[in-house]
């Protein structure tokens, strides 16, 4: 039988392209995440790692260990007001305020698009600002006041993959500094800080830092159930940080 060749492709099959090749470009999903105790938490991220001039829009892995971690460490966070530095997509804060009952949660980072992602992902979960305890403020780590982060009065700090880049680290050992002098209402603040170790030289170089600042770090026990996929072979870490006695 001889193939016919002269009918016009069909209008659908243009249009059912199109939808495709529109869905390639676009540089958004939505990805959900399952909690062991049923619901789940769904964001908008980015498909990059880099995205907008940001990698706030991702959530990394330090931020799934810290979830895990506060899924299996509940009592740690109930009845706190917590700060979290660096929220990015929103992923921890997000299982911190659905399973571990903090008494408030306050969202920070200083991007405009993370904030207004930030903003959306928590009204998509349920978390919009207003009916509950959850608030989301910009936060810049380099000129923050002390006024302000007394006024935040977080007596538990918490902070997912934000040693990364060696620029940073002095400012950012500059604000943990601050957080732990200034205190809160009912003494020193808990301050865990979680990041994956991609670069040696660039953690040990923070640990230093944070040694000649006065600060004292205790590493946390991790590796409790997994909840969610990501890449287990990276080396992720726990560490409290205190003032030092010396």
């Not at 062991?36 to 790692?49: F, I, K, Q, T, Y």
């Not at 993370?114 to 009204?123: G, I, K, M, S």
């Not at 003494?187 to 944070?210: A, E």
């Amino acid at each position: 039988m001889q193939e016919c060749v002269c009918l016009d492709p069909l209008d659908e099959l243009y249009e059912g392209m199109a939808e495709v090749l529109i869905d390639q470009e676009r540089p958004d999903c939505y990805k959900t995440y399952l909690l062991p105790a049923g619901g789940s938490v769904v964001l908008e991220e980015s498909v990059a790692l880099v995205s907008q001039g940001t990698t706030g829009l991702v959530t990394w892995e330090a931020a799934l260990y810290l979830a895990e971690w506060a899924l299996d460490n509940q009592e740690t966070f109930t009845s706190r007001s917590v700060l979290e530095l660096g929220s990015g997509a929103g992923l921890t804060g997000m299982v911190v305020c659905g399973a571990c009952s903090p008494s408030s949660y306050t969202f920070t980072d200083f991007h405009p698009n993370v904030l207004q992602r930030l903003r959306a992902n928590l009204e998509r979960n349920g978390l919009g600002e207003g009916g509950r305890v959850v608030s989301v403020e910009e936060l810049d780590w380099g000129s923050v006041s002390e006024e302000r982060l007394r006024e935040i009065t977080a007596d538990m700090v918490i902070a997912a993959d934000v040693v990364y880049d060696p620029t940073i680290i002095s400012g950012l050992v500059k604000l943990f500094s601050r957080i732990l002098r200034c205190g809160s209402p009912g003494g020193l603040p808990q301050v865990l800080i979680c990041s994956t170790v991609r670069n040696p030289d660039t953690y040990s170089g923070f640990k230093r830092q944070l040694e000649e600042a006065g600060l004292g770090y205790d590493v946390i026990s991790g590796g409790g159930r997994q909840v969610f996929l990501y890449n287990r072979a990276s080396s992720i870490e726990i560490i409290q940080l205190t003032l030092s006695t010396e």
